[in-house]
């Protein structure tokens, strides 16, 4: 008799194994889906976190959106081939076909799918670890210029708000300057029932330095008198605050040679703060 005619029945631990492949292949194919899910959603999560840190925009939500999305069609091929496979070598074993033993094409295919997947994410993600490190320096460059940057100069007092106000207003008084008014913040917040910090300003200057500077460039008023603000912090430091000369230069466009009648502001500011 022909031996390839001859029929032997599958066994119950043929059935089993048969059955726990194609489980193995489900698993596989929900870790693929699962995986691709988890890549689809990196780009937004890069996205979301460089909204917190208020860092510039880069674009990396799409190519994590593609590489997530076949990753996810990938397992689902993977559970309708395995179905199809699993039905087909139970439908031999039924028949008691012999069935001969071959590499896995399948697992062969995905895993060099999943090696170039890799190799392409591996190039994906240090393209985007290059340009979060460009767009960091930029950042750190930035944090390390001068506050003038923003127009405002902090600087540390060694004395209690009022105790730098009292300083402040007698080192006025010794250089003729007027002290046109004193904002207290924190005094009018407490009538209203607000807690604030100890937060004063003074606006103070002179008519004969001001005045040139708003004859040469007419929106320096908006900035004159000038202003010092003196204010605690939640950890009691004081600071003294103030634009700086350089900035209001900047901004109105003053001519240079006005500038000694802003700067004055600045010295004003180192004395009162000192000890």
Known sequence: MDQAKIRQNASLSDYLAAERTFLAWIRTGLALMGFGF?????????????????????????????????????GVIVNLFSAWHHIRLVR?????EAVPYRPSTQ?????????LIGLAMMIYLV????????????????????????GIIDTRSHHSVDETIEKLNGILQAKGITLFALVDHSGEAAKIGMKMRPTKLLIFGNPKAGTPAMLASPSTAIDLPLKILVR??????VWVSYNSAAY???????????????AVVEALATKAGES
């Not at 605690?232 to 430091?237: F, K």
């Open 232 to 237: 605690e912090d939640d950890q009691r430091n």
């Open 248 to 262: 209001l230069q900047r901004r109105h466009n003053i001519p240079p040679e006005l500038l000694q009648n802003i």
């Open 92 to 96: 031999e074993l039924a028949r008691g």
């Open 107 to 115: 697992a062969v295919i995905i895993a060099f799918f999943l090696a």
């Open 127 to 150: 393209s985007v670890r290059d340009s979060a490190d460009i767009h960091s320096e930029n950042r750190k460059e930035l944090s390390m210029t001068p506050a003038t940057n923003k």
């Open 38 to 74: 988890v890549v689809a959603r990196f780009g937004l999560f890069l996205a979301q976190l460089q909204s917190v840190q208020h860092a510039p925009s880069v674009q990396t939500s799409g190519l994590s959106l593609w590489f997530g999305t076949a990753l996810i069609a990938v």
